[in-house]
């Protein structure tokens, strides 16, 4: 089996942004980074990780573009399994691999965050997104509860009052047109990733 890269296609054209709405491949990354501890794996029909432990078969075959990216290895999967902040788990965004996606801005304003992700449990149901740097109260702790075992679109976060996450509360301000990157870290390992997306209209629901 072929080796999974860590590595994204820098080739590929910038994606713009038209009416406030955006697509992207989760695999089409520009590059990654903090990958020390953890990082992001190409999953395919031709590319599968040569990574453990995984604990899981890969989900492709249902995938977007038939392949995605997960944060490996996976030692957490369970509740009873250790946690060790900064390595199997991270709660600060930016820390733990990283993954950047160069993007075009035409309309400048608040775009929701979407994400399509495979949970199979308790401890693989959480990332962090970010732009230019930065990592806002308002990216942090995306998270799912429903949908096991299955690609699933959400926009929730985290919070104290409810852990399967509240709608609304994931976007990023884009003040200015233009050039900017988009960023994605972990939060939990074990975390599949087919697609993101972005869009200026707070009711819009992605195709499950």
Request: hydrophobic share 30%.
């Amino acid at each position: 089996m072929a080796m999974s890269s860590a590595h994204g296609d820098d080739s590929q054209a910038v994606p713009v942004e038209k009416d406030g709405l955006l697509v992207v491949e989760a695999e089409s990354f520009a590059k990654q980074s903090k990958t020390d501890k953890r990082a992001f794996h190409i999953t395919s029909a031709d590319v599968t990780p040569d990574i453990t432990p995984d604990g899981d078969e890969a989900h492709w075959k249902d995938a977007s573009g038939k392949a995605y990216v997960e944060i490996l290895p996976d030692t957490r999967r369970t509740h009873d399994d250790k946690l060790i902040h900064g390595e199997s788990f991270s709660n600060e965004p930016g820390k733990v691999a990283v993954l950047s996606y160069p993007i075009k801005i035409t309309t400048p304003g608040r775009y929701y965050v979407w994400v399509c992700a495979y949970s199979t449990g308790s401890e693989d149901n959480g990332i962090h997104v970010g732009i230019d740097g930065q990592w806002p109260e308002t990216g942090q702790r995306m998270q799912w509860c429903q949908g096991k075992n299955t690609w699933r679109w959400e926009s929730k976060q985290r919070t104290e009052k409810n852990h399967c996450g509240e709608p609304y509360k994931i976007y990023l301000d884009i003040k200015e047109p233009g050039d900017h990157t988009i960023e994605f870290s972990m939060r939990e390992d074990g975390f599949e990733f087919d697609q993101w997306l972005i869009t200026t209209d707070r009711e819009f629901k992605p195709n499950s």
